[in-house]
């Protein structure tokens, strides 16, 4: 089936220093979604990326969706203890249910 | 709008006890999930429902089992509770499938001891 695999798994930055998290996937994506978990709380939906080589900006919140559809960043640019917290990407391969990924986890040294 | 909502937020089992846990959402979704995340780890899928009457499994539906009789509940029913079932079971709903942004509820942290 379907797989969608994030690295790294964890990631500790000073604050002020930007972050990324990759996501890859076994099959081509119709589309990808990101979410974000803060500790002890639920995944709340940030973003979808649809077309080919698409990118979008929140902020300081970069994503980008490969060519092949088959992988995705999130770059966050100087990083705050606001951004502490758990970042799933989700894939569909049409009209499926999504598939997460097993989050990168992001701590923030103030 | 409440969005989605789970009941109860906690709850202890012993081992063989039966359950139901709790899902409403009030913004007239057709489908509705249920997930469970372990310490540290992912989202995986028990079952979902793309409406009224129509469920299916997820990756992880062994011990599980759930019904919808209408659109706006999603109830999880565990029978014969056991200590790998401890998690935090969270329910969402969106308006379709693929392409279409998932709304969670709060979730429920559950311990079988």
């Known amino acids: 089936g379907q797989q969608v695999m994030q690295i790294p798994q964890y990631q500790h930055v000073q604050e002020g220093e930007d972050f990324t998290t990759y996501c890859n996937s076994s099959?081509?994506?119709?589309?990808i979604q990101w979410y974000k978990q803060r500790p002890g709380g639920h995944p709340v939906f940030l973003i979808q990326?649809?077309?080919?080589?698409e990118v979008k900006k929140q902020k300081r919140l970069t994503f980008q969706f490969g060519e092949a559809k088959k992988n995705s960043s999130l770059h966050i640019t100087a990083t705050q203890t606001t951004d502490v917290g758990t970042y799933f990407c989700?894939?569909?391969?049409?009209?499926?249910?999504?598939?997460f990924g097993k989050g990168t986890r992001l701590s923030v040294i103030a | 709008n409440a969005g989605v909502t789970q009941t109860p937020k906690f709850r202890i089992l012993k081992i063989g006890q039966s359950m139901t846990l709790q899902c409403t959402q009030d913004m007239n979704h057709n489908y509705m999930y249920w997930y469970r995340q372990d310490p540290g780890m992912g989202l995986k899928l028990i079952y979902y429902s793309v409406g009224a009457g129509i469920t299916d499994k997820g990756e992880v539906p062994n011990g599980y089992n759930v019904s919808r009789s209408t659109t706006e509940d999603f109830p999880l029913r565990l029978e014969l509770a056991a200590p790998s079932q401890t998690s935090v079971y969270f329910c969402?709903?969106?308006?379709?499938?693929?392409?279409?942004?998932?709304?969670f509820g709060p979730g429920t942290r559950l311990t079988v001891t």
């Open positions: 099959t081509t994506l119709s589309n």
């Open positions: 969402a709903s969106s308006h379709g499938a693929g392409p279409y942004e998932q709304y």
């Open positions: 989700a894939g569909a391969g049409g009209n499926t249910p999504l598939v």
């Open positions: 990326l649809v077309k080919s080589g």
